[in-house]
């Protein structure tokens, strides 16, 4: 498979679409374009406000839940047995909703279809893409295509001028994992790409999921060797840079995504909404927040240390969710349109926190966070277990 043709090839179509794009140099040329931007606006002007623009239809329908109550399913789940263990698990209870990995957290795309660019690119598991989201349509479980986009491995490897260096190899982190480089375009296109042909298949959202540098960027900032590309010259600090580009790509995104109908969320980390952003990997909660339908922070409980004055956070979820929601609600509201709130919650054990400081989640502790975060307001959010075995018998709706 020959990367750069695909990578380029896709960068080429996304420039393909804008309009009034003149190559010719002669006066003529110029003045006939000059024309058709003028008889075009006019025409624009002429069309009734209710007439609804063009959108994309997949050919499968799924109504929007009263509120999306969700749950991680991988590639691997996806495309094997455990797919029915899921269906019926959320078909017995009052969850509605799979967010499915389409691109995964080493940058396999998981999926393989007869009309994709992609087929090939890492490991695929799901061999019917359209029969899985057929099967959803019937169950009415409403799908979210996960798409992992700066941590890729797989990109990396292939391509190592889009990613990070530490000298002459590609960086990795200390699970071997590689990121590649949001400030560029090329990357960002590749992403979007994948977006566009799972909302093709019918997924009717589109989550973005590591849409940051990698952990702890700001201290590596001077070690590493990347390109800064259209954000060579911009006149501001580096930590500016990187948020700018995480920002920026958010929002060309959801540009891109509009005419296929779908939602746009992204995956933040929670603590990000306790600071003005969060330096070192570009997020900025309220400016990635301006720019999607939906925000769902990463709020496990484990993953706090001794924040809102709690000592062991994963022993007290409700005080934890709770605290955070009433910080996250006070934060959107600031914003003029904000989006859906729909946290990401913890449904595993974080035993490698240590005797003492974690518990053993169960039926009680996942009622807790859902019930904090209705407790303030917030009915949306999604569970998370790496390996998709989910607590049995809690009530989705306590």
């Known amino acids: 498979m020959n990367w750069k043709k695909i990578i380029a090839a896709l960068s080429v179509s996304a420039l393909c679409v804008i309009p009034f794009q003149s190559v010719a140099a002669d006066e003529s040329s110029k003045s006939l374009t000059n024309h058709m931007k003028r008889e075009t606006a006019l025409e624009l002007k002429s069309i009734p406000d209710q007439v609804s623009r063009f959108t994309y239809d997949s050919g499968l329908n799924f109504e929007y839940p009263d509120a999306v109550r969700g749950i ?32 995964d957290d080493w940058g396999n795309v998981t999926y393989q279809h007869k009309d994709s660019k992609f087929n090939g690119i890492g490991k695929s598991y799901i061999k019917d893409p359209r029969a899985v989201l057929k099967k959803l349509e019937e169950k009415q479980i409403y799908p979210i295509a996960r798409i992992v986009v700066f941590k890729d491995s797989v990109l990396a490897n292939k391509q190592p001028e889009l990613t990070f260096k530490d000298g002459n190899s590609i960086w990795k982190n200390g699970r071997g994992e590689s990121f590649v480089n949001p400030f560029m375009k090329e990357v960002w296109d590749y ?24 952990e702890g960027f700001e201290k590596r900032d001077d070690e590493l060797t990347y390109g800064h590309g259209e954000y060579t010259d911009k006149n501001v600090d580096n930590v500016q840079k990187r948020v700018h580009a995480v920002t920026d790509f958010v929002e060309y995104a959801s540009e891109k995504l509009e005419p296929y109908g779908v939602e746009v969320s992204v995956d933040i980390f929670g603590y990000t909404a306790t600071l003005p952003e969060a330096p070192g990997i570009g997020q900025n909660f309220s400016k990635i927040s301006e720019h999607v339908d939906v925000i769902s922070s990463m709020i496990y409980p484990s993953h706090w240390t001794s924040y809102f004055g709690i000592a062991k956070p994963d022993l007290e979820p409700y005080k934890l969710i709770s605290e955070y929601a009433k910080l996250e609600n006070k934060k959107l509201a600031e914003l003029e349109d904000p989006p859906t709130s729909r946290p990401w919650l913890q449904d595993f054990t974080a035993s490698w926190l240590g005797a003492g400081n974690y518990k053993v989640y169960g039926k009680s502790e996942i009622e807790a ?26 009530d989705f709706t306590p």
């Open 191 to 214: 992403n979007v790409n994948i977006a566009i042909e799972a909302a093709k298949l019918g997924f009717k959202e589109i989550q973005f999921d590591y849409v940051r540098f990698p």
């Open 72 to 103: 991680y399913v991988t590639g691997h789940s996806a495309g094997g047995s455990r797919f029915e263990d899921l269906i019926h698990l959320i078909d017995q209870t009052d969850l509605n909703a799979m967010v499915i990995d389409i691109k």
């Open 369 to 394: 966070q859902i019930k904090a975060l209705q407790d303030n307001g917030i009915e949306e959010y999604l569970l998370w277990n790496a390996g998709n075995s989910y607590t049995k018998g809690v």
